[in-house]
């Protein structure tokens, strides 16, 4: 079955430390990919997307992914997070160009001082 | 400011109860969905809809109803039919596929519905 698989429920890392979120993808075609994150209780906020092109994007607070065919990941990093980087982190991927988004079951981050 | 408004922040619905969420966006967007969002089962899509008067089942859709009679609302029913309705409601808005920009789905901050 087609899916997207985000293998982390739940991560603890350090202030300061690096953090590296794992998203994986069971299609047979590249999809357009994005990441989202959501503070509790709050709507998504795109954090970047890969449509095409560069394997590694770059997006808002520091955050960016690199898009590996090879292995169908799409994982998602910052070199040193900030205690407002707690929060819950969604891969999604567009398959057909459809505009309908597939959403991983999250992963969600807390920051330890 | 451009964006997305849901409301209520917050619902309850009595046994039997139809209720609805409201969305307005005033992004200009023709495309809005509706996904709901349980713990630890990311977000699904109910419905979906390209263009006013017009709208699409999403992977759950039984148990809900959506209208499209305006280009900037999206409301979504959730009927008695519903028999789990419990969970965070979002609804999200995009540009149409082919008009040459890039895909992008934009949510509001999101509606918590819990049955009384």
């Known amino acids: 079955a087609q899916s997207v698989t985000q293998p982390d429920i739940h991560i603890t890392v350090s202030e300061g430390a690096s953090l590296e979120l794992r998203c994986n993808y069971s299609?047979?075609?590249?999809?357009?990919l994005f990441w989202y994150v959501q503070s509790p209780g709050q709507g998504l906020q795109l954090l970047l997307k890969?449509?095409?092109?560069?394997?590694l994007v770059q997006g808002i607070k520091g955050f960016e992914a690199e898009f590996k065919r090879s292995q169908s990941s799409f994982n998602l990093r910052k070199p040193s997070v900030h205690w407002s980087d707690a929060a819950e982190y969604f891969c999604?991927?567009?398959?057909?160009?459809?505009?309908?988004?597939?959403f991983g079951a999250g992963t969600t981050v807390t920051v330890r001082a | 400011d451009g964006g997305i408004t849901q409301s209520p922040k917050y619902l309850f619905r009595k046994e039997g109860q139809n209720v609805t969420l409201s969305c307005e966006q005033n992004?200009?967007?023709?495309?809005m969905y509706w996904y709901r969002q349980d713990p630890g089962q990311g977000l699904r899509l109910i419905y979906y809809?390209?263009?006013?008067?017009?709208?699409q089942k999403g992977d759950i859709a039984e148990g809900y109803s959506v209208s499209r009679e305006k280009k900037e609302s999206f409301p979504l029913t959730v009927t008695s039919a519903q028999k789990n309705p419990t969970a965070f409601y979002l609804c999200?808005?995009?540009?149409?596929?082919?008009?040459?920009?890039?895909?992008?789905?934009?949510f509001g901050a999101g509606t918590r519905l819990s049955v009384l």
């Open positions: 809809s390209q263009i006013v008067n017009d709208f």
């Open positions: 999604a991927v567009d398959v057909r160009n459809d505009y309908k988004l597939s």
């Open positions: 999200a808005s995009s540009i149409l596929p082919g008009q040459g920009l890039e895909n992008i789905q934009y």
């Open positions: 992004l200009n967007h023709d495309a």
């Open positions: 299609y047979g075609a590249t999809p357009y």
């Open positions: 890969y449509f095409s092109g560069d394997t």
